[in-house]
């Protein structure tokens, strides 16, 4: 039977930030899964990293793992930290900032 989440262990637990690591100057993302109905990624940011401003088909929801980064929707900044999530609304502007170095685990739903 194919996994439809891949990249991760299967039945261990875990501890999503550690399956992402972060690198000078960049953005690191690590697929989970992809399909017509869900899209899920985790993302290390390096301390002023950003995805700049788009928008998605699909409801996207964000749950940061460690650090803080600004989210920002239809202009309107916030701030998320550990433990802290946020839906970017389908069809909206947002961008992703790393104010500090910065994990999230991604989930679009379509």
């Known amino acids: 039977m ?3 989440i891949k990249n991760i262990t299967h039945a261990q637990v875990l501890t999503l930030r550690e399956e992402v690591t972060s ?3 960049q ?4 697929t989970l899964a ?7 990624t985790l993302f290390a940011f390096w301390q002023g990293e950003e995805i700049g401003t788009h928008a998605s088909q699909g409801d996207a929801f964000v749950t940061c793992l460690e650090g803080m980064g ?3 929707i239809d202009g309107e900044d916030f701030l998320l930290r550990e ?3 946020i839906v970017m609304p389908a ?3 947002h961008s992703v900032y790393a ?8 989930v679009v739903v379509f």
């Open 23 to 25: 690198q000078l100057g």
């Open 99 to 106: 104010q500090e170095a910065f994990k999230m685990l991604l």
């Open 2 to 4: 194919q996994e439809i």
């Open 70 to 72: 600004r989210i920002t």
């Open 27 to 30: 953005i690191v993302s690590k």
């Open 91 to 93: 069809g909206r502007p």
């Open 83 to 85: 433990g802290q999530s």
């Open 34 to 40: 992809q399909n017509d109905a869900v899209s899920i």
